[in-house]
């Protein structure tokens, strides 16, 4: 059937196409008998995503006012596309799975008695929901709109707001059993090349089945074992507009608020959009966030070592205010306790109805702080350590650095436990190696830090002048090339 041609016979051709598409109680088969008695025409659409009133209006009424006069040369099926059917959108195919595939998105298809051709007007009526404002990437300052879950949505927000004839815009339709359309976007004289082949080649060797949701296709560019996110994901069109004329390559997924942005850096993590809105905090923001980072996966491996080993080198008054006491479980269980109890609150937060999460957030506070604290079973320190480290992720949590987050703290404070702090030494150095050994489409995932590139540190570290990172021409040192 993936190759197969249409017919001449109308009737094979319906038959063929209801055998195909299982959802035989919406598929419409409406037989139109336009002015010329020996003209048969078989409308075919599913009812509930096809526009029934635009097929009335716009191809009905024109098959049936019309008289079709054949010169020379001519064919029926041209004719009827270009001088009857008035949808804006039409295409001509000979091929049931483009049929197939134009119908299950809500087109309307049109076929003829001894034609062996299909007319395909654009007659969807899909549903979504309003363009809202961005919930993930809140920012005082900017433009307030995000992205919908619909594909033509959101190109058509970056063309409302990108008036420029070099954008280019690739389309692909991905599955075996259902199709999903998966769009490129960048610009063409802007584009780093290598990262553009590169995003193409790995669009064109997945092979799944079907897409739900855009974490395949991001899996694919992580790789197997990448602790880190090697894509950005974003739901601001400032963001990827932005994004576009870094000379970045973004993928747009149907059914996903959100556009996938390649090469992705781990600098981009300490990166916000409101920062390029205001004045306040461009030389030191960013910097409070890689602190932030470090203090994340830090600070509980760190205190277990200091009341592990060096308790007792430190002042009486201090070593016991922070660390001795008569508490029941030892620093490294209390940890590693508060740790996964404040992972399930958050899990919980998202998962229960919204009405109870003031409940939950009630029966936290009282069994993880007061009641823990009055009963002696973990020490004050503890619970204000492990508030530091979760306080401090939030700031660049929603940037995709949930996992790596977690799974680092985890891993830093056995670490830390069983080795001191020569083992967190020697972590560190491998996980720098590790960071500077990963590639984002070609790209190394620390850039500008390494490779070492200082034309690309004035948004780094620190936001520079507007005017300077407008102007400037970007470029990714690639190991593809």
């Keep these: 059937m993936n190759n197969a041609e249409l017919h001449n016979s109308l009737q094979i051709n319906v038959k063929k196409i209801k055998d195909s598409i299982q959802n035989k109680q919406n598929l419409t088969v409406r037989k139109v008998r336009g002015n010329s008695n020996d003209l048969t025409i078989n409308l075919l659409f599913l009812e509930g995503i096809a526009k029934t009133d635009n097929i009335q209006e716009y191809i009905i009424k024109p098959l049936k006012s019309c008289s079709i006069t054949l010169n020379k040369g001519e064919s029926l099926i041209d004719k009827i596309a270009v001088e009857v ?51 993930s990437e809140r920012s005082p300052r900017g433009p307030m709109v995000g992205f919908t879950e619909k594909l033509e949505t959101n190109v058509s927000l970056i063309l409302g707001m990108m008036k420029t004839p070099f954008l280019s815009i690739e389309s692909k339709d991905i599955g075996n059993y259902s199709k999903t359309k998966v769009s490129m976007l960048f610009l063409r004289n802007i584009v780093d090349e290598d990262v553009l082949e590169t995003v193409r080649d790995l669009i064109d060797r997945i092979s799944v089945n079907y897409i739900l949701e855009a974490r395949l296709i991001t899996e694919e560019i992580d790789g197997k074992y990448s602790l880190f996110n090697l894509s950005d994901e974003s739901e601001r069109p400032d963001v990827i507009i932005s994004s576009l004329y870094e000379g ?57 070592v200091m009341s592990k080993f060096y308790a007792d080198d430190l002042p009486g008054k201090i070593s016991k205010t922070l660390f001795k006491g008569d508490e029941l479980i030892p620093t490294f269980w209390s940890m590693l306790l508060l740790i996964i109890l404040i992972v399930m609150l958050i899990d919980a937060t998202f998962r229960v109805p919204q009405n109870a999460i ?56 056995f670490i830390g436990y069983f080795f001191s702090f020569f083992g967190l030494v020697i972590a560190t150095t491998i996980l720098i190696l590790y960071m500077a050994s990963l590639r984002s489409v070609g790209v190394p995932f620390l850039s500008p830090i390494i490779p070492f590139r200082m034309e690309e540190f004035k948004d780094t570290f620190y936001r520079g002048r507007l005017a300077k990172l407008n102007n400037i021409q970007h470029d990714y040192p690639n190991t593809n090339s």
């Design 358 to 413: 003031i409940l939950i957030s009630l029966v936290a506070t009282i069994v993880i702080g007061e009641t823990a604290v009055s009963a002696k079973l973990i020490h004050p320190a503890s619970l204000i350590t492990i508030g530091i480290t979760f306080l401090a992720s939030f700031l660049i949590i929603n940037k995709g650095m949930r996992a790596p987050i977690y799974t680092l703290r985890l891993l830093f404070l």
């Design 248 to 304: 970045k390559v973004i993928i747009f997924i149907d059914g996903n608020p959100y556009g996938i942005i390649l090469p992705g850096l781990f600098v981009s993590s300490i990166q916000s959009p409101d920062e390029y809105y205001q004045k306040n905090g461009r030389f030191t923001i960013r910097l409070i966030r890689i602190f932030a980072f470090l203090m994340s996966i830090y600070l509980p491996a760190i205190y277990v």
């Design 85 to 135: 059917i008035e949808t804006a959108n039409v295409n001509i195919t000979s091929t049931f799975v483009e049929i197939i595939d134009s119908i299950l998105s809500g087109s309307t298809v049109l076929l003829i008695e001894g034609q062996d051709r299909g007319i395909i007007a654009k007659t969807a009526m899909l549903k979504e929901r309003s363009i809202e404002k961005a919930t």
